[in-house]
């Protein structure tokens, strides 16, 4: 595990008395034993240094602790549910760690409204269930929503399955409120669905990562409930024919195309080994894509529509298979083919990963351009790649060839990096569609971004935290 | 007509002749019959005084007049269609007005991408129909589209009569390129859905109103094409039924609601009087909503869905009355009754307006109090109120009382606005939901914003526009 920078400046000896008389008991931790659930992260990539461990209930505490650890010049790092994947949340020892977990109360739903008030500390699933509890839907769902809390989610500006159909994190959010850098409280709570006064200072704090301010409440939009759903696995030749099943998809369905999700051969096998996956096809296929239409009409609306689909694109030559979901039991299986892929993918071995996004239209160049350049860099190296193509942001991840050590691949980590994120940038893309930069990735985005693009993020940092003591070598670096 | 502000420094005299030295012939005007048209807006609420306007070709020029103008110290006021209703491109005599308006090449379409790239001074219908040719959709449109150029609707956040289903401008734009305050070029031209690598600084232009840059080129986000249209119009007794309505539309048709409109029961009156609108029914009723549903799938799927709409709110006594299209005709007449009402309120005489948001449930609590607090400080006023239900946003104009002199009536716009401000504050609303704040609502900003809130935005004007030469005067005032 890495341990990350040596502490800039030790913080004051009584920084955790200063905090105790500002907060109420219970409030700050500095036993080691208390602190470990927040220092270790699931994977064990990073480990976390944090002497001091705050656990505030209400935006009132978090500014009260703000404000401390403002005049003794102690960084903050805000860590919500702890399941982001580029470091996000991983504090030295020099840092105080400020977890946001028990401000989790739903505080209002307004099914009219379509919008409900939470805490930052909620648990995302447990909103996706108060919302169904209201008759709506919230529809950001993603594999760790069973930890992850809604206010990393937004200061992540999470992605996940539905993206297509609803946007990111920052698209279902209508209000937020934060404390600042010095612990005055933006109050930016608004459940409004239209509102032109003014910079859009939501979206700046969304996707932040904490470096602008700490998210301790917020408005989330809901929507109407999906009452018919279906589903249906194909297989594919190659990327392009992907490309043209989506595009008649979209054509023919509109925005009910709620989920594409491509996935190359490699994931379906591993899947099918390690994860619990049954392939319905006889044969094997280089390519899977997994379309979900769903609406909120009156259930089997959407069936027929599917159906025209597969058979319309069956007609013209672009699918060479495909199975509809005929029960439920069958649409969880062909969703566990798409959603047992990371579990599948860490049985197999190492996995050297790329969460990056290009212009759909390029995704077939993208897969065939990182496919001949990983080849020649590794030979016998195994493409696991799958992901969202509808948004264009595909999981590239590389695995480990059959027999090679996981230790000399997982080495190859930077070289590899370098190769895929070369030709995507080449390409027109990003080198982090939906994963954020936090730790891991800050020093790939100095390199890769435009020098005035990084003049302006250090403007903006500067004016919202110029001690730039919230979350600081995350992002930025 | 307002004539604004005194100059707060004069021109350089010799600035045309340095903007002359660097930009191409034809790009400089200073006679007064040329920039005539420039500083005239249609309504005629202000006029614009600059004594030079720009009207650059290339992104390149753009550049090139805005470091001229930096380094002389000269104000700079962007300027797209001139279709704004808050005066956020009137100039001063101290100001220079940089028209967008031939930066207007339509340069990628991408279909497979759901894409397209267009220069700033674009006019929004020519991009509907770029994009209905490449068989996708564009779906921002509003009332000024045959002349609004994109630039501006992006600089302004645009709403309009499709935001329930399809976001506001800001939700329909990729990626940016933007010309700084000192001349450099921020290019954030990306054709990505998903891009999580640092600040959101897309939403940060975006909405801005020139006052942190000057937007010159942009990616804008397609859609699949509507294929099928279904339109009713519907009698209602209060607007608590229309929130019935409307959260029933949506519970049955999910986003397949496009618009949900409501009416007060004089704008059907005016329509009639003034602008070739007919009232399908029998008998006048105190409110009326228009529903459309739109969809890509075949032709006619949606009716049968709109009737079950309609029969359920009759059986459960939501519903007074309601019309649905048989033909294109019909279609046509129905929506002239909601398109007329600009121009029939013209014509019916004096007009106080307010452009406000509430929660959507609070629309009904609203419209009451506004309704009684109206006719109490104006006896005789008339509620001329229609708007995006669905948007919680509502046009709140009053229109003159029977009798009374245009003149006495619009001398009360302050202390109204006032009354109506107050009352859309204390519900949590915004006093600007879809126009902005330009130099109309200025002072309305700091009057109402929270003070924590200014001064963030303030703190953002001075890293993006030290010298403050982008539109000033404008939004922050």
């Not at 200063?18 to 109420?24: F, I, K, S, W, Y």
């Not at 998809?249 to 989920?259: H, I, Q």
């Not at 099918?272 to 909120?296: C, F, K, N, T, V």
């Amino acid at each position: 595990m890495n341990e990350i920078r040596p502490p800039a400046r030790a913080l004051p000896a009584d920084l955790a008395d200063r905090l105790r008389a500002a907060l109420p008991e219970g409030t700050v931790l500095t036993e080691a034993t208390d602190r470990e659930a927040y220092l270790l992260e699931e994977r064990s990539l990073y480990r976390g240094q944090a002497p001091i461990v705050l656990r505030p209930r209400s935006t009132g505490e978090v500014a009260a602790a703000v404000r401390v650890c403002a005049e003794a010049g102690a960084p903050i790092v805000p860590q919500g549910g702890n399941t982001g994947l580029v470091g996000g949340t991983v504090t030295a020892a020099h840092e105080v760690l400020l977890s946001l977990g028990r401000m989790n109360g739903i505080e209002e739903v307004d099914p009219l409204n379509f919008t409900m008030t939470v805490g930052a500390g909620c648990i995302l699933a447990d909103i996706q269930q108060a919302a169904e509890r209201a008759g709506r839907l919230f529809p950001l769902s993603l594999g760790a929503q069973g930890s992850a809390q809604i206010g990393g989610n937004l200061a992540s500006n999470a992605g996940g399955i539905n993206v297509l159909r609803y946007g990111n994190a920052r698209d279902l959010v209508l209000g937020l409120e934060v404390v600042l850098a010095d612990g005055r409280v933006w109050n930016g709570l608004r459940a409004l669905h239209k509102d032109n006064t003014g910079y859009a200072l939501k979206h700046l704090f969304v996707g932040s990562e904490g470096t602008l301010g700490i998210i301790t409440r917020a408005v989330l939009k809901l929507f109407p409930r999906l009452t018919d759903r279906v589903v249906a696995f194909c297989a594919l030749r190659d990327p392009a024919d992907a490309l043209t099943l989506l595009s008649l998809a979209r054509d023919r369905a509109g925005e009910a195309v709620t989920a594409f999700e491509l996935m190359s051969e490699l994931t379906v096998e591993i899947v099918q080994r390690h994860a619990g996956g049954q392939d319905p096809m006889r044969e094997r296929h280089p390519w899977y894509a997994l379309i979900e239409l769903a609406g909120s009409g009156h259930d089997g609306t959407l069936r027929p529509v599917l159906e025209g689909i597969l058979e319309e694109a069956f007609e013209r030559g672009t699918l060479a298979d495909a199975v509809l979901a005929e029960s439920s039991a069958q649409y969880a299986a062909l969703w566990r083919l798409r959603e047992g892929i990371p579990e599948a993918q860490k049985k197999e071995g190492g996995s050297i990963k790329h969460d990056v996004s290009v212009p759909v239209s390029r995704i077939p160049a993208f897969l065939r351009r990182a496919g001949e350049a990983a080849a020649e860099a590794l030979p016998g190296v195994r493409v696991c790649a799958f992901g969202h193509l509808g948004d264009g942001n595909i999981h590239y991840n590389l695995t480990q060839p059959m027999g090679m050590e996981k230790a000399a691949f997982l080495a190859q980590w930077e070289r590899m990096n370098a190769i895929v994120h070369d030709i995507v940038v080449e390409l027109g893309g990003s080198i982090s569609a939906e994963h954020g930069i936090g730790l891991l990735k800050a020093g790939e985005l100095r390199r890769y971004k435009d020098p005035v693009e990084m003049d302006l993020m250090h403007r903006l940092r500067d004016a919202l935290d110029p001690g730039r003591l919230l979350n600081p070598g995350k992002m930025l670096g």
